[in-house]
């Protein structure tokens, strides 16, 4: 079983529309969680960081976390065609502390 | 902003010469990564840095070494390159607030 499972879409969605990416996990001891966003032929950059349980909004971006049932989601609303990119979830602070856990993404497309 | 720096960003070398990918962070970070990456793939880590004089091997099986002999600094070599290394090669690091990654090496090896 992997540490952090995404599925890997495509998901396509038409602009204006909102995007939603999730993100399960199984160290149920994870502390820290975060959001990557990924163009093609670049490095990941880190857009969202959430600690505890519940909504984090940052412009168009509101990431959720529910420790209870193990899973981050990410939303984007007011989807635009430059946010057409793989998003990856990463997972920190659990059984091995130091290590950070990457997902494998969401390849997303937004519609024009 | 975060501030890592790799050279080369792009790199065509022969098969069997030896490279040292360079990586440098100015965050003061204790914690430093390579991850290897092929184009729409995963990542995939290969080795990581706890701080000075301290160097792990990470899940993919890698022909690689590290070093890390001052905090900054974490070279990636390749004692005798195959074209099975022809992948992207990212350095990061990372504190409580997450991982930052540089812009990449893009390596081929013909």
């Known amino acids: 079983q992997k540490e952090v499972e995404q599925n890997s879409g495509p998901l396509s969605v038409p602009e204006g529309a909102i995007a939603s990416l999730n993100c399960t996990y199984s160290d149920r001891g994870s502390q820290s969680f975060f959001w990557y966003r990924q163009y093609s032929g670049k490095s990941p950059e880190l857009i969202m960081s959430?600690?505890?349980?519940g909504d984090k909004e940052d412009g168009r971006f509101t990431a959720q976390l529910n420790k209870a049932s193990q899973y981050v989601s990410l939303l984007i609303r007011d989807s635009q065609p430059s946010d057409s990119a793989t998003y990856l979830c990463a997972v920190s602070g659990g059984y091995n502390f130091n290590k950070f856990y990457f997902g494998s993404g969401t390849k997303l497309n937004v519609k024009p | 902003e975060a501030d890592i720096y790799q050279t080369p960003r792009y790199l065509v070398i022969g098969t069997g010469k030896k490279i040292t990918l360079e990586c440098s962070q100015t965050?003061?970070?204790?914690?430093m990564y390579w991850y290897q990456q092929d184009p729409g793939m995963e990542l995939h880590l290969i080795h990581y840095?706890?701080?000075?004089?301290?160097?792990e091997k990470g899940d993919l099986s890698s022909e690689s070494t590290v070093s890390r002999i001052r905090t900054e600094h974490f070279p990636l070599t390749l004692e005798s390159a195959r074209p099975s290394h022809t992948s992207q090669y990212l350095c990061?690091?990372?504190?409580?607030?997450?991982?930052?990654f540089g812009q990449g090496t893009r390596l081929t090896v013909v």
């Open positions: 959430i600690y505890s349980n």
């Open positions: 965050m003061g970070h204790d914690k």
């Open positions: 990061a690091s990372s504190e409580s607030t997450g991982t930052y």
């Open positions: 840095s706890y701080g000075v004089n301290s160097t």
